[in-house]
């Protein structure tokens, strides 16, 4: 039998489904540490997926409750836009990855995870991140842990962001 250490995971298989949206939740608690947000705008939030697929993955969310496109108002989509290329920024500073998944989920049967709350994926990736694990087990490493990626996010965000 293969074992892979993950205790962190434990939470999101053995946890009670959070009441009402994961994201509106988010951006009504006060404590930013807490939920990962590593930058707030006015009209949208960056925020750590908590069970990523690899260290650093990004999340930027309208502020407002929306699950498509084109109910998103202008300066949402601004916002969230430059949002995403300050989470480039900063992440390339942060982690040093090689490149980027940038990417969006509309509908469940798409991968979104949070159907009726449209998001973007932010996801660094490195040369040889796809490794034997992911190829043989089904099974992502992910090297760092989600505190320390988000205090390295937070001092990038706030001392280089050219959007925000």
């Known amino acids: 039998m293969k074992r892979l250490w993950a205790p962190w995971r434990i939470e999101y298989i053995t946890g009670e489904p959070e009441e009402g949206c ?30 990523p697929y690899i260290g650093g993955h990004l999340l930027i969310v309208p502020a407002r409750h929306v699950s498509q496109l084109k109910k998103l108002k202008a300066n949402e989509r601004a916002e969230i836009f430059d949002m995403t290329i300050d989470a480039v920024d900063a992440l390339k500073r942060a982690i040093r990855p090689h490149g980027f998944n940038i990417g969006i989920n509309i509908g469940r049967v798409a991968g979104a995870g949070v159907p009726g709350h449209l998001h973007v994926h932010v996801v660094p990736r490195w040369d040889g991140d796809n490794n034997f694990m992911a190829v043989l087990g089904d099974t992502r490493m992910i090297n760092e842990h989600l505190e320390h990626i988000y205090d390295k996010l937070r001092a990038n965000w706030r001392e280089n962001a050219s959007h925000s």
């Open 22 to 51: 994961l994201f509106c939740n988010a951006m009504a608690e006060k404590d930013d540490r807490k939920r990962f947000i590593v930058n707030r705008g006015e009209t949208a939030f960056a925020m750590l997926n908590k069970y």
